[in-house]
């Protein structure tokens, strides 16, 4: 596309016109008769329109790409107490080095008063800018304005359909994203993509299109766009504007009643609401200045994720990663999904060996148990040795490790809070990351407190312990936020520090859980291996603990012995719908009995990890286990299906490898 210059008249080419930069000394000028404040933010050109009689909470429109380009609307809402912000971020095309500009912007603007949620106005190629920080950052969005957007590169600039697009914007667009050809087709984050999150916080969208586009042809941008969002859930309207001029092939074209589009951007940004800040729920302890120069000079970093459900599932850890690949470009990251259904800081304990610290040296983990840990009905004292097992084990095998603890909430937590209360396992796992100073977390404190402020409600919003949509935007905005601040407060000349790893809560805390062999028993009589074990009577199970050798015994009677040292012995088992009971003596002892069935063994396989001793010698050992006649009056049967033995063994070192 040719680059034109016409001054002082309306239709000016949208996309060439850059932005006015101030001549040297000039500081503010006069802006449709409001006066405009220049300023460099982070090296960059950028100014802020302040109206004569600012409204409470200082709402704000902010202006993408071409901020000169048909202002009666910003005018309107100028003369009724907006601020109108732009920052230069021109040529970048919405890009993720981009997002980095912006999110500091918006930080920056919130910092010094500014409403934190923002109109965004994004007009042809600002679309890209609009729509891409949205769905990074939506519940920091009051509404989104557009006039003629790109809502796919692939139309414009890469004329890969009915646009002819623009060969030099494409090439640039490709260098700027670091881009392959196919790599920018097969690209899948266009504005037209992945519109759940913003949809789910049910942000209003207005368009304003020309019928007859033929740069940014509405077919594959606005009419796409708007029928994603729509079919999931999203608020959109569309104003065609047919009077008047339609130039640049339909691309420009004059606004019509633009009063209603200034109306449209009142209605949804004022009066603006108070949002609670998620600072208050954080708690920074020893920082995450180690993973920063990890990430930042070295250039490599490997991530862990340990938790339940809400740690597998995509949502919030997808959002988590995507930042850190994006504050980080440079960095060749590994990110390590070490949640599983059902699992608490127990299993978690005993599995960190083999599926987190086996992956090699890890820099920043995420860990989160305070669900599945009242959820699985573990103890005060079980919740200790846990969460400490796996905060000192994870510190012992890298001293630079940093740590972040979460405590996500579930409607009991809710319950204990409104009635000014701490849940227990909150208490439980803050003493130990007062003790290790871990950092931490506290979404379930900050979900009650919203919800108790109305910014929205458990049962339309939030809906499950397992969240939805809008519940992992919560989550994320509130761990991106203390990522954000504890990074930004590293200071240059800062060097990598080793945590302190002072004595233990707990002697009999489960820092060196690990797994054993299900090979390494004996089998007495009627015990038997399943190589590849799976459930073969409808009743579903984890995929994790599907697949992988079983220590089955379905009949009662059956005996086996197992050697192993350490103070602890237990076993991860997977108990359905014919579990029964157990019998086991340790050191010859009498026989104790434990229930294998669960109150949700009816109907799943489900992963369970039971400790049978945990207060034993550091030595070695010998358990007895022999299936009971006895069972639950549920229980279809008296079966034991045992996948690893749980082993606490100080003395045998640390199960981490070696390789970066």
């Known amino acids: 596309m040719k680059r034109i210059c016409i001054a002082f008249i309306l239709l000016l080419p949208l996309f060439s016109m850059a932005a006015k930069t101030p001549n040297p000394g000039v500081k503010k000028d006069m802006w449709h008769g409001f006066e405009r404040t220049y300023f460099t933010f982070n090296g960059r050109s950028a100014w802020v329109v302040k109206p004569n009689n600012s409204l409470e909470g200082k709402p704000w429109v902010w202006r993408a790409h071409f901020p000169e380009w048909h202002t009666d609307v910003d ?58 920080w949205a769905k990074r950052n939506p519940l920091k969005v009051a509404c989104i304005y557009a006039e003629a957007p790109v809502c796919d590169f692939k139309s414009w600039p890469g004329g890969k359909a009915s646009s002819k697009g623009s060969p030099e914007d494409w090439n640039s667009l490709l260098k700027e994203y670091g881009f392959t050809e196919a790599e920018a087709i097969n690209y899948k984050d266009n504005p037209i993509d992945q519109l759940d999150g913003l949809a789910a916080c049910r942000v209003p969208v207005l368009h304003s299109i020309g019928l007859n586009d033929k740069i940014v042809p509405n077919s594959e941008n606005t009419f796409t766009l708007v029928n994603n969002y729509i079919r999931l859930g999203g608020m959109a309207t569309v104003m065609p504007m047919t009077r008047g001029p339609q130039r640049l092939e339909g691309h420009h074209f004059t606004i019509e009643q633009p009063s209603t589009i200034a109306d449209f951007m009142m209605g949804n940004a004022f009066p603006v609401k108070k949002i609670i800040d998620p600072a208050n729920f954080h708690t920074t302890r020893s920082g995450l200045q180690n993973s920063y120069l990890q990430f930042s000079r070295e250039k490599k970093g490997r991530v862990a994720f340990v938790g339940g459900s809400i740690t597998e599932n995509p949502g919030w850890r997808n959002k988590v990663t995507r930042y850190l690949q994006e504050r980080f470009p440079e960095t060749e990251f590994e990110f390590i999904n070490a949640g599983i259904s059902s699992t608490g800081s127990t299993p978690g304990a005993f599995r960190f060996a083999s599926e987190v610290l086996s992956k090699g040296r890890i820099d920043l983990l995420f860990e989160e148990a305070a ?70 977390i506290n979404l379930s404190k900050e979900v009650t407190a919203r919800i108790a402020a109305n910014e929205f ?198 199960a981490a490898a070696k390789k970066r």
């Open 75 to 132: 005018s309107i809402l100028l003369s009724r107490g907006f601020h109108i912000a732009y920052v230069n971020t021109n040529d970048m095309y919405g890009s993720p080095r981009a997002m980095q500009v912006w999110d500091a912007f918006h930080a920056f603007m919130v910092k010094d008063g500014f409403a934190e949620k923002v109109v965004l106005e994004g007009v042809s190629r600002g679309g890209l800018y609009v729509y891409n």
């Open 371 to 440: 669900v599945n840990d009242r959820t699985n009905g573990f103890d005060n004292t079980a919740q200790v040795r846990g969460m400490e097992g796996i905060v000192r084990h994870a510190r012992t095998s890298n001293p630079l490790m940093d740590i972040v603890i979460m405590h996500c909430v579930d409607p009991e937590k809710i319950a204990d809070y409104g009635a000014g209360k701490i849940p227990n396992e909150i208490i439980n796992h803050e003493l130990v990351a007062t003790h290790y100073q871990t950092n931490t």
């Open 457 to 654: 409600t458990w049962k339309e919003d939030f809906k499950d312990l397992h969240p939805s949509l809008f519940g992992h935007e919560v989550y994320a905005r509130s761990i991106i936020g203390f990522l954000s601040k504890a990074y930004e407060n590293v200071a240059d000349d800062a060097r990598p520090n080793s945590h302190l790893l002072p004595k233990q809560i707990d002697p009999f805390s489960y820092t060196a859980g690990q797994y054993v062999d299900v090979k390494q028993a004996r089998n007495i009589s009627n015990w038997s291996i399943d190589e590849r074990w799976v459930p073969k009577d409808g009743a579903g199970g984890r995929k994790q603990y599907m697949n992988i050798p079983a220590l089955v015994a379905t009949e009662a009677g059956a005996m086996m012995e197992l050697d192993f040292t350490g103070k602890a012995i237990g076993i991860c088992i997977v108990s359905g719908p014919d579990a029964g009971m157990i019998e086991y003596s340790i050191d010859g002892k009498p026989f104790k009995k434990k229930n294998l069935f669960t109150k949700w063994s009816g109907f799943i396989h489900l992963p369970w990890y039971i400790m049978l001793e945990d207060e034993l010698k550091d030595k070695k050992h010998s358990i007895v286990i022999r299936t009971s006649a006895d069972k639950n009056e549920k229980s279809k049967g008296n079966a034991c299906r045992i996948l690893h033995f749980l082993v606490n063994e100080p003395g045998s070192g640390i």
